[in-house]
């Protein structure tokens, strides 16, 4: 079936440094959503894209969805304390309702 | 801003016993969702809702699971018979429309332990 393949698994930065991340697929996706997950809470959507060649932001974090429509990339930048979590990226599987998520990239933040 | 809300946020059942996780999913979306992620790992699809259905399932969602919006504004899932590998926490979504072009927001999920 359909996957989402996140890298890198985890990261470990210092609080300032930008922070970029991936997600790729062997199929096309028309639609990439981003969240991230705080411990003990929910997936929490950061963007959504939906054009191929899109690049969106929403603050210090930028998505873009990639021309092949088979990848993505969420940069952060100047990274903070609070940005520490899991960043899945997900997407519907073909037009209908079902969501694929990433295994998550995990961000640690150093003090 | 309107959230998904789920109760209880932790329940402890003994494996064979049956459980109702329930959600309010934020008031004028239509579409309703639940998830499932085990420890570490990733969330998994189990079952989309509109219109009083089932509009898709994943191979997870089996004949122990059940979903149902017994009013205006809950919406459960009711799990049979427990075994200890449904042990996860469980995310209840909604959205206004079903599409792609809708995005889910997710409740804070329920943590499920069977002993």
């Known amino acids: 079936g359909q996957q989402l393949n996140q890298s890198p698994q985890s990261m470990f930065i210092q609080e300032g440094e930008d922070v970029s991340m991936n997600c790729t697929s062997s199929?096309?996706?028309?639609?990439w959503l981003w969240y991230k997950q705080d411990p003990g809470e929910g997936p929490v959507l950061l963007i959504a894209?939906?054009?191929?060649?899109e690049l969106t932001s929403n603050g210090r974090l930028t998505a873009q969805f990639g021309i092949t429509r088979k990848d993505s990339f969420l940069n952060i930048s100047a990274s903070i304390p609070s940005d520490v979590g899991i960043y899945f990226c997900?997407?519907?599987?073909?037009?209908?309702?079902?969501?694929?998520f990433g295994k998550g990239t995990r961000l640690h933040i150093l003090p | 801003e309107p959230e998904v809300t789920q109760t209880p946020s932790h329940q402890v059942t003994q494996m064979g016993q049956e459980v109702i996780l329930r959600c309010v999913p934020i008031?004028?979306?239509?579409?309703f969702y639940w998830y499932r992620q085990i420890l570490g790992q990733k969330v998994e699809f189990l079952v989309s809702?509109?219109?009083?259905?089932?509009?898709?399932k994943s191979e997870i969602f089996d004949d122990q699971f059940s979903v149902e919006r017994p009013d205006g504004s809950n919406f459960t899932l009711k799990i049979r018979s427990t075994k200890l590998e449904d042990s996860a926490m469980y995310f209840c979504?909604?959205?206004?429309?079903?599409?792609?072009?809708?995005?889910?927001?997710f409740g804070d999920g329920t943590r499920l332990s069977i002993l």
């Open positions: 979504a909604s959205s206004v429309g079903g599409t792609a072009n809708q995005p889910q927001h």
């Open positions: 894209l939906y054009k191929a060649g």
């Open positions: 809702f509109y219109n009083n259905e089932i509009s898709e």
């Open positions: 199929s096309i996706f028309n639609t």
């Open positions: 997900a997407g519907p599987k073909n037009r209908d309702d079902k969501i694929i």
């Open positions: 008031s004028n979306h239509l579409y």
